[in-house]
T-cell receptor, first 109, second 114 residues
Framework: GQNIDQPTEMTATEGAIVQINCTYQ??????LFWYQQHAGEAPTFLSY????GLEEKGRFSSFLSRSKGYSYLLLKELQMKDSASYLC??????????FGAGTTVTVRA | IAGITQAPTSQILAAGRRMTLRCTQD?????MYWYRQDLGLGLRLIHY???????GKGEVPDGYSVSRANTDDFPLTLASAVPSQTSVYFC?????????????FGSGTRLTVV
């Protein structure tokens, strides 16, 4: 099975940077995903890492270290619309995703 | 518009009643999944199907059943609902042959069992 840990809540100021950490222990690893979920809506895909290193996509970047079982999602130039829950998910060898409980990010003006 | 459709959007159900949540996708994805989302627990996998005609149990399958008669449809049935099944249910699909492709989620069904 999978054990995925991420902080419950984070608060940051508009225009700032926030880093959401995720640690995982898995019985099989086939990639790590980050999803964004606004309140009352479905999760939407943000990023994917399968090799070690940093993947950058606009204001969002995601990092993976497979040997440490560690990932982070970096949100830069925070905007009010970035207030949401961010879900870390690990894919196993059977292509099933296991999710962490999510980190609620609140952006303050 | 390609995507996943879930029905109903929300439902209040009496305990002991039978209920089927519907999920249909038009993206020809081979794999489909049902998750429930509860506050503080995140998304937990109930059942999944890697291809039409096959299904498997996830992390929390008890009290639920699924079928996959064709590629597009993946209904979730609660045979006899209990209050602990009050949750938001998300259906998702994916194409397992695409390495960097995650899931596409439906908009969810909010179910309250009273």
């Amino acid at each position: 099975g999978q054990n995925i840990d991420q902080p419950t809540e984070m608060t940051a100021t508009e225009g700032a940077i926030v880093q959401i950490n995720c640690t995982y222990q898995t019985s099989g690893f086939n990639g790590l995903f980050w999803y964004q979920q606004h309140a009352g809506e479905a999760p939407t895909f943000l990023s994917y890492n399968v090799l070690d290193g940093l993947e950058e996509k606009g204001r969002f970047s995601s990092f993976l270290s497979r040997s440490k079982g560690y990932s982070y999602l970096l949100l830069k130039e925070l905007q009010m619309k970035d207030s949401a829950s961010y879900l870390c998910a690990v894919r196993d060898g059977d292509y099933k995703l296991s999710f962490g409980a999510g980190t609620t990010v609140t952006v303050r003006a | 518009i390609a995507g996943i459709t879930q029905a109903p959007t929300s439902q209040i159900l009496a305990a002991g009643r039978r209920m089927t949540l519907r999920c249909t996708q038009d993206m020809r994805h081979n794999a489909m999944y049902w998750y429930r989302q509860d506050l503080g627990l995140g998304l937990r996998l109930i059942h999944y199907s890697n291809t039409a005609g096959t299904t498997g149990k996830g992390e929390v399958p008890d009290g639920y059943s699924v079928s996959r008669a064709n590629t597009d449809d993946f209904p979730l049935t609660l045979a006899s609902a209990v209050p602990s099944q009050t949750s938001v249910y998300f259906c998702a699909s994916s194409y397992s042959g695409s390495v960097g492709y995650g899931y596409t989620f439906g908009s969810g069904t909010r179910l309250t069992v009273v």
